[in-house]
């Protein structure tokens, strides 16, 4: 494929080299492909950023919004539970803070499904990983190193 790096095949003896060299060219490619894989984690969590930067700056907005302005809404309606209710202000204060933590509750459960639904996951570096592995498992496989 097209802007792929290609690996040495080979799994037979050479003859200039013999194992020594087969070693030699397994261990720079072992090294090729994980430059490869911190090349493609390093652009996709690039990508996965830039795509959650919006989102991420509206729940950092919003959080310090409402850590500014709470104890003074609070306040205000537990106040008005008192007067409406004839309750102590000890249970009016605490009505309040109940409903409040239930409200920040749902809306950071919300930011938290709008973040999952993005799939910030890294799929093609986790697809890639896979691959290499498995390359590696079969280059093992054909030297013979697996016998125990």
């Not at 959650?52 to 959080?63: E, V």
């Not at 709008?114 to 990983?129: D, F, G, I, N, V």
């Amino acid at each position: 494929m097209g802007g792929q790096t290609t690996m040495n095949g080979n799994s037979q003896q050479s003859e200039n080299g013999g194992m020594l060299g087969n070693v030699a060219d397994l261990g720079t490619n072992l090294l090729t492909l994980a430059e490869l894989q911190t090349r493609l984690v390093t652009k996709e969590a690039q990508e996965s950023f830039a795509r959650s930067r919006r989102a991420l700056a509206l729940l950092a907005a919003g959080l310090v919004t409402a850590a500014s302005a709470l104890p003074v809404l609070m306040l205000g309606l537990a106040e008005l539970v008192v007067e409406a209710t004839g309750v102590s202000h000890g249970l009016g204060l605490v009505v309040v803070a109940a409903g409040v933590v239930g409200i920040c509750g749902l809306i950071v459960g919300a930011c938290l499904y709008w973040l999952k639904r993005m799939q910030l996951t890294l799929p093609y570096s986790r697809e890639e990983a896979v691959r290499n592995w498995n390359w590696v498992r079969t280059v093992a496989l054909r030297s013979g190193w697996n016998r125990r």
